[in-house]
């Protein structure tokens, strides 16, 4: 079945410093990811989404590349702000019929003023 | 905010009770999908409805139902609650196309006791 797995559940950095935060996933056939920050007691926020016809996209302070050869794709935040302190989860859009997204476990990440 | 309402807020059920979830999708999408996360995992999908059809099923049993009305509210109705229920509960909406980007509500917190 459809795993989708970040390398590292924590990250700690320093206020004003990038962050980077990776993300395995096992479909090769997936065409569609999702980065999610989610704030304590609130839901999953859309930050910025690639499709597999990219290999990199850019948004505002956030860059998401996509390598498909090993399956795998990152997170970069820049000039990482306290706010910035959240779960971030990707999610792959693949699914059976398109409609479903797997999850991974998500990465906290925490900045240090 | 993303337009996607969830009520209630919170809930507090007996084993073998019965709930009601409910959400209002962002104006403009006709989709919406349900997903159960436990306390320190990603979501899962639990299903979608789109145009008042359901359309695709994780892997939950099915004392997990749902209905999608024709505004494009949904309701989610887990009967049997079972003590492993307790999570919270998203539900995200999309559109126009039932592939397109998933933007998600607050959460309803259900515990079971």
């Known amino acids: 079945g459809e795993s989708v797995g970040l390398h590292l559940p924590t990250l700690s950095v320093q206020e004003g410093d990038n962050s980077i935060i990776n993300c395995a996933y096992s479909?090769?056939?997936?065409?569609?990811f999702i980065w999610y920050k989610q704030e304590s007691g609130k839901g999953p926020q859309f930050i910025i989404d690639i499709r597999s016809n990219m290999d990199k996209r850019q948004g505002q302070r956030v860059t998401v590349l996509l390598n498909k050869t090993v399956k795998h794709l990152s997170l970069q935040i820049a000039a990482t702000q306290p706010g910035d302190s959240a779960v971030y989860f990707c999610a792959d859009g693949a699914g059976n019929t398109g409609n479903q997204f797997y999850f991974g476990t998500g990465t906290s990440l925490t900045v240090i003023p | 905010e993303t337009g996607v309402t969830q009520s209630p807020t919170h809930l507090i059920k007996t084993r073998g009770q019965q709930v009601t979830l409910r959400c209002s999708s962002q104006s403009g999408h006709n989709t919406v999908s349900w997903y159960q996360q436990a306390l320190g995992q990603g979501p899962q999908f639990i299903f979608q409805y789109y145009r008042e059809e359901e359309n695709g099923r994780g892997n939950f049993p099915p004392r997990f139902s749902g209905l999608q009305f024709p505004n494009y509210s949904s309701e989610l109705n887990v009967n049997a609650l079972e003590l492993d229920d307790s999570a919270l509960y998203l539900c995200?909406?999309?559109?126009?196309?039932?592939?397109?980007?998933?933007?998600f509500g607050p959460g309803t917190r259900l515990t079971v006791l």
């Open positions: 995200a909406s999309s559109g126009p196309t039932s592939t397109d980007t998933q933007y």
């Open positions: 479909n090769s056939a997936s065409d569609y």
